[in-house]
């Protein structure tokens, strides 16, 4: 398991960023965080008018939108059944997309979610990768 170390930031502000540099076999970097009420607490990426920019990349990325752009099959709209994108052995419409393109569900396996979910799902990613990867596609 790696070693976490608290390096100081460069200004004693309170709202300077702090980092932890994690050391383990072959990986290490830096996360910055942010001192609150005397603890500190992961960074985690908002955009400048306090939303989160995994919200926004969301409603970036409807899910007619986010099928088109992964270049699935078929044409899709805000609410339909279609043939699943997770299973080659689908052969009745059995995913959905319902909540004006912003939900769906696979009837089969019970898989459902968002635009996020639906791309990590797709893309089998997890953790980070699909994050910044989904962000980049959202245009952020």
């Given at each position: 398991?790696?070693?976490?170390?608290?390096?100081?930031?460069?200004?004693?502000?309170?709202?300077?960023?702090?980092?932890?540099?994690?050391?383990g076999?072959?990986?290490?970097?830096?996360?910055?965080?942010?001192?609150?009420?005397g603890?500190?607490?992961?960074?985690?990426?908002y955009?400048?008018?306090?939303?989160?920019?995994?919200?926004?990349?969301?409603?970036?990325?409807?899910?007619?939108?986010?099928?088109?752009?992964?270049?699935?099959?078929?044409?899709?709209?805000?609410?339909?059944?279609?043939?699943?994108?997770?299973?080659?052995?689908?052969?009745?419409?059995?995913?959905?997309?319902?909540?004006?393109?912003t939900?769906?569900?696979?009837?089969a396996?019970?898989?459902?979610?968002?635009?996020?979910?639906?791309?990590?799902?797709?893309?089998?990613?997890?953790?980070?990768?699909?994050?910044?990867?989904?962000?980049?596609?959202?245009?952020?």
């Open positions: 398991m790696g070693e976490a170390i608290t390096l100081p930031s460069s200004s004693s502000q309170r709202s300077a960023p702090r980092f932890l540099f994690f050391a076999k072959g990986a290490s970097f830096l996360m910055p965080i942010y001192a609150q009420n603890g500190f607490k992961k960074y985690r990426p955009q400048k008018d306090g939303t989160s920019a995994l919200k926004e990349a969301i409603a970036r990325l409807p899910i007619p939108v986010l099928w088109r752009k992964l270049g699935l099959p078929g044409e899709i709209r805000d609410c339909c059944s279609v043939h699943s994108p997770l299973r080659d052995d689908d052969r009745n419409p059995s995913f959905s997309i319902f909540a004006a393109g939900k769906w569900k696979d009837h396996t019970g898989e459902h979610g968002d635009s996020f979910d639906l791309f990590k799902a797709v893309r089998r990613l997890e953790g980070k990768t699909a994050y910044h990867q989904f962000l980049h596609l959202a245009g952020l």
